[in-house]
C-alpha cells in the first residue's frame, strides 16, 4: 500500500510504527529532549507532525497544553486510541499551510525527521512561515534531521535490507527498507515492506513509499535566515552536544527576531 494525498503515511505505516520506532528511534533521546524543552518554557506546545503522539503524549501527560498536528487521519486515529488527555487537541492539517487562528505556542517542535517529508524550498519555507506566525513572543521552534553521511548518500541505490523486528498480534513482524537517491535533488525515495509471519511462515508483506529531502547543516541555517529566525542553536544529538557531523543528527533550537 502505497502513500496518497488524502492520507500520505497510510494505514500501514499507522499500524506498525510504534512498534517499529520504540525500537528504532527512542534509544535516542529524542522524546526525554522535546519533554525538556517543553518544560523549559512551560507554554503551549505545537507538534507538527504530531503521528501516533510517540513524543507528544509524554508533554500532554504532564498537563501541558499541546496541540497535535498531522496530516494523516490513521496516524491521528492510533493516537486517539491511546486516550490522550484532555490537554491535548488534535489538528488534521499539513505543517505548511495551516492555521491555528488566534493560538500562540511557546514551543513548536517536529520531531523524527518530518521536516525532511517537505521537499521542495517553497514547502520548507512555508513552513517555517506559519511556525513564526504560531510563536508566542520568545517562543522556540525546534526539529531534527539526519545529518547526511557522504559516503552513505553517495550510493545512489542500496538493497532492500531488514531493518526492524517485532511482535504485533500474534504475528512476527519483519521489516524491510529500500531506497534510491537522487544527488541532484537531495531526494531520497524509500521502499518499505512489513513482512508478517506465523509460525515461521510468510503470510503477507504490507508496503509504503515515500520521499524525503536531505539537508546539510549550512542549507538548515540559510533557510532559517530566509524565513526570519535568529539565535539558533545547532546540537548534533539528544544530549545537547555540539553540532559535529558525525553523531548523525542536525538538531535545531530557533527564536525568531522582531517582525520585519
Wanted: some cysteine; aromatic content about 12%.
Amino acid at each position: 500500500m502505497g502513500s496518497s494525498v488524502e492520507d500520505p503515511y497510510g494505514e500501514v505505516t499507522a499500524r506498525y510504527y510504534d512498534e517499529a520506532y520504540a525500537q528504532i528511534r527512542n534509544p535516542s533521546g529524542d522524546r526525554q529532549f522535546y519533554l525538556e524543552l517543553a518544560r523549559e518554557l512551560r507554554g503551549p506546545v505545537l507538534e507538527l507532525g504530531c503521528g501516533t503522539g510517540r513524543v507528544l503524549l509524554p508533554i500532554a501527560r504532564e498537563g501541558f497544553p499541546c496541540t497535535g498536528l498531522d496530516p494523516s487521519p490513521s496516524m491521528l486515529d492510533a493516537l486517539r486510541r491511546k486516550g490522550p488527555p484532555a490537554t491535548l487537541r488534535l489538528v488534521r492539517a499539513r505543517m505548511q499551510e495551516f492555521d491555528l487562528g488566534e493560538d500562540r505556542f511557546s514551543l513548536v517542535f517536529t520531531a523524527f525527521r518530518a521536516f525532511q517529508h517537505l521537499v521542495t524550498v517553497e514547502d520548507q519555507l512555508r513552513c517555517l512561515h506559519c511556525v513564526r506566525r504560531h510563536l508566542a513572543p520568545g517562543g522556540v521552534f525546534s526539529f531534527d534531521v539526519f545529518a547526511p553521511k557522504l559516503d552513505r548518500i553517495a550510493l545512489e541505490e542500496e538493497p532492500e535490507q531488514e531493518d526492524a523486528r517485532f511482535e504485533k498480534e500474534g504475528e512476527e513482524i519483519v521489516r524491510y527498507t529500500a531506497s534510491q537517491r537522487d544527488p541532484a535533488l537531495q531526494l531520497i525515495h524509500v521502499q518499505m515492506r512489513y513482512e508478517r509471519r506465523r509460525a515461521g511462515e510468510v503470510v503477507g508483506n504490507d508496503r509504503v513509499e515515500f520521499t524525503m529531502r536531505y539537508f546539510f547543516r549550512y542549507e538548515v541555517e540559510h533557510l532559517l535566515a530566509r524565513a526570519g529566525f535568529t539565535d539558533v542553536t545547532f546540537y548534533g544529538a539528544f544530549d545537547r552536544r555540539p553540532y559535529d557531523y558525525y553523531g548523525g543528527e542536525i538538531l535545531v533550537v530557533a527564536r525568531v527576531g522582531r517582525p520585519s
